[in-house]
T-cell receptor, first 114, second 115 residues
């Protein structure tokens, strides 16, 4: 158990819909990362937050957005869903922003768009 | 730009045999390097990381990796495979000197261990 929790574990929805994925980082970790894992693209970095502020963006679509709340949990919002958004979405946390830090990964949310 | 190449999307070994999973990186400056393992239906777990101390890094579950700057490689090895090692393995890098910490992952290598 990494100490990072993600809910829900599975999500099945239809095209055009909007969903919210939730992540709680390890106790004491200030940095949260979101990654998407798909067969086509592999593991891709989406976005990073540190202590409530957005710090880096990767290959994140404009239809996707995220935020980190004062209690440090984070949410990833996916809207106008398309079939190609079906993937495993991971949240990871680390103690700070240092690139040498280990990132602890949650179990992921599997999103299926029908 | 950083990139990571894992040679061999699938590797099969017999139980007790040597495990060798290959990872090469492309960067003008040696990055921080990580190996993660993913068991079915689970998140990623760190096996080991290289942050410029010793070039031979020992990790969990008997795995180790050697950083070779001249070859821009960070191959993962284990002397004797166990059935429980069957999983997908990811090599990842992050920028040195960056305060951002994002990871760039290779495409992964699926390890199968035969009895």
């Amino acid at each position: 158990d990494s100490g990072v929790t993600q809910t829900p574990k599975h999500l099945i929805t239809a095209t055009g819909q909007r969903v919210t994925l939730r992540c709680s980082p390890r106790s004491g970790d200030l940095s949260v990362y979101w990654y998407q894992q798909s067969l086509d693209q592999g593991l891709q970095f989406l976005i990073q937050y540190y202590n409530g502020e957005e710090r880096a963006k990767g290959n994140i679509l404009e239809r996707f957005s995220a935020q980190q709340f004062p209690d440090l949990h984070s949410e990833l919002n996916l809207s106008s869903l398309e079939l190609g958004d079906s993937a495993l979405y991971f949240c990871a946390s680390s103690v700070d922003m240092g690139s040498y830090n280990e990132q602890f990964f949650g179990p992921g949310t599997r999103l299926t768009v029908l | 730009a950083q990139s990571v190449t894992q040679l061999g999307s699938h590797v099969s070994v017999s139980e007790g045999a040597l495990v060798l999973l290959r990872c090469n990186y492309s960067s003008s400056v040696p990055p921080y390097l990580f190996w993660y393992v993913q068991y079915p239906n689970q998140g990623l777990q760190l096996l080991l990381k290289y942050t410029s101390a010793a070039t031979l890094v020992k990790g969990i579950n008997g795995f180790e990796a050697e950083f070779k700057k001249s070859e821009t490689s960070f191959h993962l090895t284990k002397p004797s495979a166990h059935m429980s090692d069957a999983a997908e393995y990811f090599c990842a890098v992050s920028y040195r000197g960056s305060t951002l910490g994002r990871l760039y992952f290779g495409r992964g290598t699926q390890l199968t261990v035969w009895p």
